[in-house]
């Protein structure tokens, strides 16, 4: 499976942006798939992640009522739509999708996720 992340841009604060993962290869694991993202100097921090079955969605409190995630089933595609955008979410966004996923799984670890999309930049201007 391969994920390519895209959409990212220059936006003010209260702008918005929809990022993109699309997957490829072999049948894209229909499990779950995660948001991340990465500012400089700090680790890489979880954003949005949703299980396909059941479909829950679990979000950082940062980001609560400001992103949501969709997907077009049609296009192996998942979305990420972020609203009233702050200077503080200016990071590289990755997406990323296990190959499995247990019951009880943490959409919020790291290690949760087997595949990584290359990231894609977003820069908040103030």
């Known amino acids: 499976v391969q994920l390519q992340a895209s959409g990212g841009g220059l936006v003010q604060t209260g702008g918005s942006l929809t990022l993109s993962c699309a997957a490829s290869g072999r049948t894209f694991s229909r499990y779950a798939l995660g948001w991340f993202r990465q500012a400089p100097g700090k680790e890489r921090e979880f954003v949005v992640g949703v299980t396909w079955s059941g479909r829950n969605t679990y979000s950082a409190d940062s980001v609560k009522g400001r992103f949501t995630i969709s997907e077009d089933n049609a296009k192996n595609t998942v979305y990420l739509q972020m609203n009233s955008l702050k200077p503080e979410d200016t990071a590289v966004y990755y997406c990323?999708?296990?190959?499995?996923?247990?019951?009880?799984?943490?959409?919020?670890?790291?290690?949760?996720?087997?595949?990584w999309g290359q990231g894609t930049q977003v820069t908040v201007s103030s």
């Open positions: 990323a999708a296990p190959s499995s996923l247990v019951p009880g799984a943490d959409l919020s670890d790291r290690r949760t996720y087997t595949y």
